[in-house]
């Protein structure tokens, strides 16, 4: 089978190229490593998506899959580890198998930054989580950090505020990057402590996590700080290892395209938060996921 358009990664930028491939009577792939919906099914409540006040991430998702299932996407559970472009179509790798297609969508997207400090691999899935809507109800009643100052910190900070029975939120400056609005509801939380000027230098425990060193940095004392789970949001890196050797990124692993979020390689495009752009939201990978398919489908004609 010699697919139209194959999409690499079904977060809301590879499923609305798929809507739109498959719109255009195209015969459409879509390659998922994990479960569809990619950060959204990570996200506990999204009020800035067109259509909805207000809706949890897993039932956006779910939405979306619906759509392209419905419209007749093959859909494989699957990760893709390499694409090569040959004279008129591209082969592309996964588990021993290959799969060809006029054109590839690379959507797949950003995974979680890691702090890095003393401990953070030992007590990972033991107390240290970078999901609070996947995890946060192991801490019921408990006491838990959140390690971050942006949107995400505050708006995952707020839920688990719902859970816990308190919520330090560690933040290395003195003032949010968070929206102001975000920011002022968080702060009306009663069970939310905010500790500022502040890293985190390690983690303790004995077979799951105690506690957290923190590191003030306007004084460089070091304390610690006692809980039972902490929250990484501490910011994005690009999932594109596996096209390194394509020479399509920049220096920090972020997919070139242009206008027609096409890559210097002809047929092989990129959409969403895997490019390099200044805003990584839903309705903006919805926008380049649009486009990048509209622009594939061009291609194929
Ligand atoms: C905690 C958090 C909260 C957020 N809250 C909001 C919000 O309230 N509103 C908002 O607009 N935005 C929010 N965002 C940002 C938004 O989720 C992203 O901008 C959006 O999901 C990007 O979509 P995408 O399709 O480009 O990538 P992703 O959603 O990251 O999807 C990429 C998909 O590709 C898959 N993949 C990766 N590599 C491979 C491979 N090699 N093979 C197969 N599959 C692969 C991944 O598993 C993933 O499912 C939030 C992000 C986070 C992390």
């Given at each position: ?22 719109r ?14 990619g ?15 207000s ?40 588990d ?37 809507i ?15 100052g ?10 688990l ?20 609005r ?8 009663e ?29 460089g ?25 394509l ?7 972020y997919?070139?395209v ?44």
């Amino acid at each position: 089978m010699i697919y139209d358009m194959l999409i690499i990664g079904s977060g809301p930028a590879g499923m609305t190229s798929a809507i739109y491939g498959l719109r255009a009577n195209l015969k459409v792939a879509l390659f998922e490593k994990s479960a569809p919906g990619g950060a959204m099914i990570n996200t506990a409540k999204i009020e800035n998506y067109p259509g909805y006040k207000s809706i949890d991430g897993v039932s956006l998702s779910m939405n979306m899959y619906q759509q392209v299932i419905d419209l007749g996407v093959d859909y494989y559970s699957r990760e893709i580890e390499k694409i090569e472009k040959g004279d008129d179509k591209f082969k592309v790798f996964s588990d021993g198998e290959i799969f060809y297609s006029k054109t590839v969508i690379i959507a797949t997207g950003t995974k979680n930054k890691k702090l890095s400090v003393e401990n953070e691999e030992k007590f990972s899935g033991r107390g240290i989580s970078w999901c609070a809507i996947c995890d946060g109800n192991f801490f019921k009643n408990k006491i838990v950090a959140v390690v971050g100052g942006g949107n995400s910190a505050l708006e995952e900070g707020m839920y688990l505020s719902g859970l816990a029975k308190k919520v330090y939120i560690i933040h290395r400056r003195d003032e949010f990057r968070a929206s102001k609005r975000i920011v002022e509801e968080a702060m009306e939380k009663e069970n939310i402590e905010f500790v500022y000027n502040t890293i985190v230098t390690g983690f303790f425990g004995s077979d799951k996590l105690e506690g957290l060193i923190l590191k003030k940095l306007t004084s460089g004392n070091e304390t610690i700080l006692n809980v039972d789970g902490c929250f990484e949001y501490i910011g994005q890196e690009p999932n594109s290892n596996f096209v390194k050797g394509l020479n399509i990124t920049n220096e920090k692993g972020y997919i070139m395209v242009d206008n027609n979020f096409e890559t210097k390689i002809k047929g092989l495009f990129a959409s969403g938060d895997i490019i390099n752009k200044e805003f990584r939201q839903i309705a903006t990978a919805v926008n380049d996921g649009a486009i990048a398919a509209l622009s594939a489908s061009r291609y194929c004609k």
